[in-house]
């Protein structure tokens, strides 16, 4: 079609065709949503972490909604690497949608692991890494927090793995542009921003937290400027794409994402408001392209001016 | 544009749940803090079971963001209705629907309760809202000359909702309330109990508060009756995709959306209490 | 009155008729509510930063809207302590409520001073160390986010003054408990919690920060999850009161906060919103108190079971 | 029970801001992209002088959580007008409330105009919604023998609003439109040069986008006439306690929404850009 801007993207050795992802763990493996999107049109479909045994995840209740956002304890209850390489992959390899698979461990080992056994699985474009979860005991937010530790994991699935490495940050520090620095000088080839900010919500009636966990990931509408901050900061300190994720509800928010600096955006939370989300984004981003009068999309990326 | 999208994709055209625009035809109170919403949803009637529930989006501009899950109470044509307690506020901004208004809504969703072929007479169970699965249950039952008695609680006769429907079908119907206003006084387990020990029922469906369907289905234990429950769960996605909504059960963990909200009570593990806070 | 619950809390030397403080910054010195509040309901006034000489605050917009929250890069504009003293004080004084100033500074120097010069000033009934704006460039986040450099802040003003000191702690760092430690350490009498998250919006037509200063602090209720967790964290990891704010719209949440372990709690944007917001939470719980037949409202402070 | 507060507590009753539940009277779409709305406003209406404002809550339960400030039209008994642009959330909210909803604000706010007791003819000068502000002024000069001229500008013929006020007491209205759809083709600012040239003004009151007012002011600089212009900042408190509406002044920062929002056009450093994004 004349006219039609160029949507793909580039994020390390993968050619998106546009720049919508799913955010992980709210789309599960893309099954659920088969019904609502048309996995051939999205960017790439970001799995559910995966551990390398199963995990049960947290107690109920799990979530608790909040002004404008939801605080979840999910926990990471995934059935691990075995039964997502069957099942999962199984079915997403049926699919016209490249897959980024989003993994958790406890151990630097376990992260490896799964990279190393995955690294020659056709049906796996890239990884990210999750050290930013704040709902797992060890692992997760542990390492997302401390730059020695979590580069540690990042170089350790750079030596396991060839496809394309994303390494997802936690926004829950101090300053996110040195650890995102460490994370690229130990092999990672993008970066991936925001996981959720740890919150918490109270039943005044029962005097108990809301959660089982008592604390939860925040995510939604609510964390969208903290995230799209954070993208801005990261974006300025390093060389390696950027996915942007945090609230993002429409093409509009996404824009802001790209503007500040973002090469890919994740829909999360708002997939369980509408399950048309990204359909809707993957539309209005390419409008809003053409009505700019882009011949890239990629014109758009730390298109700000300050 | 998105409208009712997806339905095909699968080879199972019309199987599967969609999202709908929906027309609300009728809102009304019609019990203490309780309104029954009339929706035209072409789709989501012509498929639902008995059982199933949609999930409902009542918040666009609003300050909370989550759909709100409910059991359709009957479809008839392309009618379904919901029988709903007004409680936060979700609930709220659904009372203050009128008609001609236009929600959204992903439906039908979930595993309903499933009618063994052998069942001659059931026992249907219902603690307040609890009603509102077991409104389509008693009349597809009735439909399949299944015969049907009803045990129903509720805190006081204002609050006692589903009885004109238990009625029309049922062969009989007996009520307790907390306060005695209605029928006897004291929880629904008391007629239970009585009912169980006549020894007639072979299969009891049972839907109320969490502690109510725990008690029955210990009965039923008992008894050596199968008992089926429909248990709720704060919901996120309400497709299977979140996790948010898992009941422990004998095989791990299921999410209450997808292989629920009806479980076989002999599979849930009751002593893992998941019970949203409900005031 | 028989069977009123007794609403009064301690903070340092302190006794507050209720729980109920002004957040600054948001409240001016109370003149401009005096249509709307009754001063003398409150617990405290909890003054607009002030500074040893006047500042200009950045450029304008410094406001814009997010959901369920807003924006603000004010960058602490007041007329510095002279004109503070004389027009604010000299107001403030005529009213019946205790008053905390909330000091400001570039220098360590700079806020020891003006501790030093309001430490005679029987006006003043106690100080909040702002050491947490993400508004300004020196000084501000830089000091809070930073331990030795904040804790030399702290011992600089407890030096300067016997009055009653405050810390008020920035959420944009990774271990607030940590943090709050060496602040009591450093001579604080009681922490308070959260200042504003640092957050971005951008208008996308004109493809700039909605805000002049490019990044803002984000209050309102989107923060509230977060400020509950933090409020919480702190009030666990140390023996000093702790004084709770983000978010804060009405009287459940100020009873979240003091669950969690807030002394008292202050009221920050929602003043913008409902100028009468203050009192309804006065208002709301006393009689929260009331209904749960507490003796003393000090009973709720971290009375949640987990 | 807040209700109307404070109001007294300063002695000055009656002439303090106060918060103020109002009805909705009516609310119609009176131009392309323009709603006039009239509120049952006791207290504001009987104290409102024109150019001051009224700060609305139209966004409860919403996901947005700021008022929004409008100017008061025109005050009638005790009633407000609002002509309000729809431009984003807030106003679209506002567009959808109907005669007896009630919504709060707090009112009335602000400096208004002046009007110097010498002024013998007065020059209104409007850019769009900038005859908001301006229609209770046109009264009120009219009504104090002071004669009005009136330089109209607007997109389109569809956008110009305000007309019939300026016209019932006007000795003259000159219009100019963008597109040439009413009156003479390009801005307003033409018109206002010829009508300054005639010399016979001895006062400019200037409202509408800030580069209007701004080229407005610099030609009254020229010829020497007094001009007081109304300007436009987010506003957050709206009463002065949180400093989100400075105006860069030739006495430092002043507040809009105190000490404004009508300034003398001399005061005002016009080479700050403060002025927020619109689309
Ligand atoms: C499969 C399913 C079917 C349901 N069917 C019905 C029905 O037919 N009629 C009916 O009145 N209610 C039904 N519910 C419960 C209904 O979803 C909640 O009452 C409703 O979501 C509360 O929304 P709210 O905004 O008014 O309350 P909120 O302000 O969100 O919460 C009020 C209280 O209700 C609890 N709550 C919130 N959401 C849920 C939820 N999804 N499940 C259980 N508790 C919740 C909260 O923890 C809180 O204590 C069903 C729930 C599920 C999971
Ligand atoms: C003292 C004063 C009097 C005003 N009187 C009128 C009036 O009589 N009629 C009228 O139509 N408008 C008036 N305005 C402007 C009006 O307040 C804004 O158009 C309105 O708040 C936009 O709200 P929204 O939610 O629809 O737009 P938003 O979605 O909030 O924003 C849409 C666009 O409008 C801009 N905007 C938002 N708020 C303001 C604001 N307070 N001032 C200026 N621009 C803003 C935003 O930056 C954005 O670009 C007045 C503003 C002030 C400060
Ligand atoms: C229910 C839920 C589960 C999540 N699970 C994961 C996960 O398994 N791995 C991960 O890296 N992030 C996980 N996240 C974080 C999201 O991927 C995303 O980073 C975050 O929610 C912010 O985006 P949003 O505001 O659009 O949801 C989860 C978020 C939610 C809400
Ligand atoms: C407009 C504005 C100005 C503020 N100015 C100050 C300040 O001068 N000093 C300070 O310590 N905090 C300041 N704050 C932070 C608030 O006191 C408070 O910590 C924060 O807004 C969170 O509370 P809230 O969500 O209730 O507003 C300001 C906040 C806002 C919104
Ligand atoms: S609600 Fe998401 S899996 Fe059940
Ligand atoms: S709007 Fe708050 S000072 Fe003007």
New interface residues.
């Given amino acids: 079609m004349t006219g039609s801007p160029d949507m793909s993207v580039v994020i390390g050795s993968l050619t998106l065709r546009n720049p919508v992802l799913t955010a992980s763990g709210t789309f599960a493996s893309g099954r659920e949503y088969a019904d609502f999107v048309d996995l051939s049109r999205l960017g790439a479909v970001v799995t559910k972490g995966v551990s390398l045994k199963p995990w049960a995840g947290n107690a109920s209740p799990r979530i608790a909604e909040t002004a404008c956002g939801m605080l979840n304890s999910i926990g990471l209850q995934n059935p691990g690497l075995a039964v997502f390489t069957q099942k999962d992959l199984g079915w997403l390899e049926t699919q016209d949608v490249p897959v980024i698979v989003n993994v958790s461990g406890h151990t630097v080992d376990e992260y490896a692991e799964i990279c190393r056994r995955l690294d020659s699985d056709s049906r796996v474009d890239a990884f990210e890494i999750n050290i930013s979860c704040p709902n797992v005991d060890a692992g997760g937010m542990v390492f997302g927090t401390s730059c020695p530790d979590a580069a540690s994991v990042v170089s350790a699935c750079r030596a396991a793995t060839s496809k394309t490495l994303i390494v997802k940050l936690s926004p829950n520090v101090t300053d996110n542009t040195e650890i995102a620095r460490a994370f690229v000088d130990a092999g990672a080839d993008a970066v991936s921003l925001i996981n959720t900010l740890l919150g918490m919500a109270i039943d005044i009636e029962k005097r108990r937290p809301k959660l089982a966990r008592v604390v939860g990931g925040l995510s939604g509408p609510a964390i969208r400027p903290v995230a799209l901050r954070m993208v801005w900061q990261v974006a300025n300190a390093v060389d390696v794409p950027v996915i942007g994720m945090g609230g993002i509800t429409n093409s509009r928010d996404a824009v802001e994402f790209m503007l500040a600096g973002a090469t890919a955006v994740a829909v999360g939370t708002a997939n369980f408001v509408d399950p048309t989300t990204t359909m809707r984004v993957v539309d209005g981003l390419t409008e809003y392209a053409r009505s700019e009068g882009l011949v890239r999309v990629e014109e758009l990326i730390g298109a700000l001016e300050t | 544009m ?1 409208g009712c ?3 095909g ?2 080879g199972h055209a019309g199987e ?4 709908e625009r929906v027309d609300v035809l009728s809102n009304e109170r019609i019990a203490e803090g309780v309104g029954l919403m009339i929706l035209h949803a072409r789709h989501t009637a012509s498929l639902v079971e008995p059982g199933q529930f949609v999930h409902l ?1 009542v ?1 666009k ?7 709100r899950p409910f059991s359709v109470h009957r479809a008839r044509g392309e009618q379904i209705e919901i029988l709903y307690q007004v409680l936060g ?1 979700g609930t709220l ?1 659904m009372a203050e629907l009128s008609c001609s208004d236009d929600i959204d809504l ?1 439906g039908p969703l979930g595993h309903g309760w499933d009618v063994p072929a052998d069942v001659n007479h059931a026992l249907l169970v219902s603690g307040g809202l609890g009603a509102a699965p077991l409104g389509g249950l008693a009349e597809k039952l009735a439909r399949e000359g299944v015969a049907v008695t009803c045990a129903m609680g509720a805190p006081t006769q204002e609050r006692l909702v589903g009885l004109d429907v238990f009625e029309a079908v049922a062969r009989r119907v007996v009520i307790a309330t907390d306060d005695g206003s209605e029928g006897e006084l004291g929880f629904v387990t008391g007629p239970v109990e009585r009912l169980l020990a006549e020894g007639s029922f072979d299969i009891v469906y049972a839907c109320g508060p969490e502690v109510m369907q725990r008690a029955v289905a210990a009965m039923c234990a008992e008894v050596g009756v199968r008992c089926q429950v429909s248990l709720e ?2 919901m ?9 909504c ?1 009941v422990t059960t004998k095989d791990g ?1 299921k999410r209450a959306c ?1 292989e629920g909200p009806v479980f076989d009570a002999e599979e849930v593990c009751w002593d ?1 209490s ?1 019970i ?2 409900k ?1």
């Avoid at chain 2, 501009?61 to 759909?67: E, S, W």
């Fill in positions: 998105t999208c997806g339905a994709e699968k599967r749940p969609s999202l989006r918040d501009g609003r300050d909370f963001i989550l759909r506020q901004a992903i769960r704060l996120a996605c309400g497709i299977g995709a979140c996790l948010s898992v963990l997808v893992v998941e949203p806070p005031h």
